[in-house]
């Protein structure tokens, strides 16, 4: 709006300019930004992981050389949560995988002529836990997480008992 002397009466028909109002645009829910599809996106993005690879070996170069300790402190736990992010990447790259192979069958079925069937969530898990254990079997860590789990479950146990004071 034009600034107008105080002294003088306001005509009673002014002048408005009108400024168009920018329209702010959120790329996650406009359709003009396309469809997420987690393959494109990884193969597209995939020269990061090299550049994440390089920075962890760099990180740990450092560690090596740093005698401070607050220092070496710190590096540690960019390390440390590299390597988490890294395990995280490997693990839902893992999911996805099997459920396109999921996927594939069902359409393989479909094809012959078969009725579709969908896994309930409760049947994924029971896949993704035999998995697991298949996968700790092979690397020989099978019996260190069951003897975990037992400890951890003997816990959950005592904590249910009732106590022997109230006995």
Same mark, same amino acid.
């Given at each position: $709006?034009?600034?107008?002397?105080?002294?003088?009466?306001? $005509?009673?028909? *002014?002048?408005?300019?009108?400024v168009?109002?920018?329209?702010? #645009?959120? =790329? *996650?829910?406009?359709?003009? %930004?396309?469809? /997420?599809? $987690?393959?494109?996106?990884?193969?597209? /993005?995939?020269f990061?992981?090299?550049? @994440?690879k390089?920075e962890k070996?760099?990180?740990?170069?450092?560690?090596?050389?740093?005698r401070?300790?607050?220092?070496?402190?710190?590096?540690?736990q960019?390390?440390n949560r590299?390597?988490?992010?890294e395990? !995280?990447?490997?693990?839902?790259?893992?999911?996805?995988?099997?459920?396109?192979?999921l996927k594939r069958?069902?359409r393989e079925? !479909?094809?012959?002529?078969?009725? =579709?069937?969908?896994?309930?969530?409760?049947?994924? #898990?029971?896949?993704?836990? !035999?998995?697991? /254990?298949?996968?700790?079997?092979?690397?020989g @860590?099978?019996? %260190?997480?069951?003897s975990?789990k #037992?400890?951890?479950?003997a816990?959950?146990d005592?904590?249910?008992? $009732?106590s022997?004071?109230?006995?």
């Open positions: $709006p034009l600034e107008m002397s105080a002294k003088k009466r306001v $005509p009673f028909l *002014r002048q408005v300019v009108s168009t109002k920018k329209v702010q #645009r959120d =790329p *996650r829910f406009d359709d003009l %930004s396309g469809e /997420y599809k $987690p393959e494109i996106f990884m193969k597209t /993005y995939s990061l992981d090299d550049i @994440k390089q070996e760099m990180v740990q170069k450092q560690l090596k050389k740093c401070n300790m607050e220092q070496k402190e710190k590096l540690q960019l390390l590299m390597t988490q992010q395990q !995280a990447q490997k693990k839902q790259q893992k999911l996805r995988e099997r459920e396109l192979s069958r069902q079925l !479909a094809k012959q002529g078969k009725k =579709p069937f969908f896994l309930k969530k409760s049947e994924k #898990r029971k896949l993704e836990l !035999a998995e697991k /254990y298949a996968e700790l079997k092979r690397s @860590k099978l019996e %260190s997480f069951l975990k #037992r400890k951890r479950n816990i959950k005592k904590r249910r008992l $009732p022997q004071k109230s006995l």
